[in-house]
Structure formats: C-alpha cells, structure tokens
C-alpha cells in the first residue's frame, strides 16, 4: 500500500495492524518554517513505512533526493546528493508522553503523530560541516572558476601586503642599526 499525502501528520489510531507506506514531497518550508536558511531549495522525498504489530510501531524512513545549499569553497550554490535511512519506534500505550533516543512514547490524548520533526532533524543533522561542490567521475569539482579565480587573486594580494610589511620592518630594523647618516 502507498499513499502520497501532503501532510506530515499520521492518523496512528486508525492504523490497522501490517505495514503502511507513505510517500511524501519534503517542501523546503519545512525548512524556512524553522528559519533554518541553510537549505535554499529542495527536492526531496521522504518514503516512511510505519509497522504495526502490537503496542509499538516500528517508523522507518528513507529519504532521498537533493538539497541546495551554498558550497563553502567557491561561493555557489549547487545541488546537494542527500540519501539517508533512520527508524524510531513509537510506543502507543502510555500515558504520558516521552522521548528518549529513537524511542518515543505517546501520550493517551495523542491521537496523530506528526513525522515533520524527524524528516526535518535527520536531514539537518546529516549534513556536513563542510559542503563543497562534489568531485565528477574524472575527480573533477564544478566549483565556479571565477570565483576561484578572485580568491587567488585576494590571496596574492594578502600575501604581498604582508610581504611588504615585513620588508618594511627590515628596513626599520636596518636603518635602527645602521642609521643612514653615518
Ligand atoms: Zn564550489
């Protein structure tokens, strides 16, 4: 069984015993939502197949698809290959409601289970610290060569300042010593 719905919210009362499928469109509100302006775009899936069997349900994702963010070496932005599996077991018959780790209990009045939070965690949690535009099967990166370009050229440029104050300071150094009217 497969469905596509647009919420994020599970009917979990109403699910009969077996296995459920659900395939969701992850939009990039889920991020800007939560002012995390890191992820311009996205085009994503999240496939989630919830298992029940008895008084816990076994919740597995898989999410997959792209994501855009800024690549850190050359100031572009580009397409991020995001492709993650996580599983959270979900207990229906408590009173109150907890979490710990990849297990949460539901609270008696909690009749949905919303899964935005999760799909929004685990993509978050599974990004780089460094994201840089990936390498092509030749090795090859696709960063923007002019902006790699202006970069060397900053660098040049810091380094022959620093050169400068350095010679500068020999200079000083020099004439300290050996004063030029003598
Ligand atoms: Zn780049």
């Known amino acids: 069984m497969k469905k596509k719905i ?5 009917p979990f009362t109403v699910l009969k015993p077996g296995e459920h499928s659900y ?3 992850v939009e990039k509100g889920l ?8 992820i311009h ?12 069997n008895s008084a816990i349900i076994t919740v ?19 397409d991020m290959d995001i492709n993650l599996d996580s599983k959270i077991l979900v207990k229906t018959d408590s009173i109150v409601h907890s979490e710990e780790d990849d297990m949460i209990s539901l609270g008696k009045d909690e009749v949905d289970f919303d899964i935005a939070p999760y799909i929004y965690q685990y993509i978050v949690l599974s990004l780089p610290m460094q994201r840089i535009h990936p390498e092509d099967k030749d090795g ?14 900053l660098e040049v440029k810091n380094s022959s300042e620093e050169q400068y104050r350095l010679d500068t300071n020999k200079l000083l150094q020099h004439l300290k010593e050996k004063p030029l009217n003598n």
């Open 140 to 153: 090859v990166r696709h960063c923007n060569p002019e902006a790699l370009k202006k970069l060397k050229n």
């Open 41 to 52: 775009d996205c085009q994503l899936k999240a496939h989630v197949t919830f298992n029940k």
């Open 60 to 78: 597995n994702f898989h999410i997959y698809g792209t994501i855009n963010v800024t690549c850190d070496r050359c100031g572009d932005d580009f």
């Open 31 to 38: 991020f800007t939502d939560n002012n995390y302006d890191e």
């Open 6 to 10: 647009n919420s994020y919210i599970i």
């Open 23 to 25: 395939l969701f469109s």
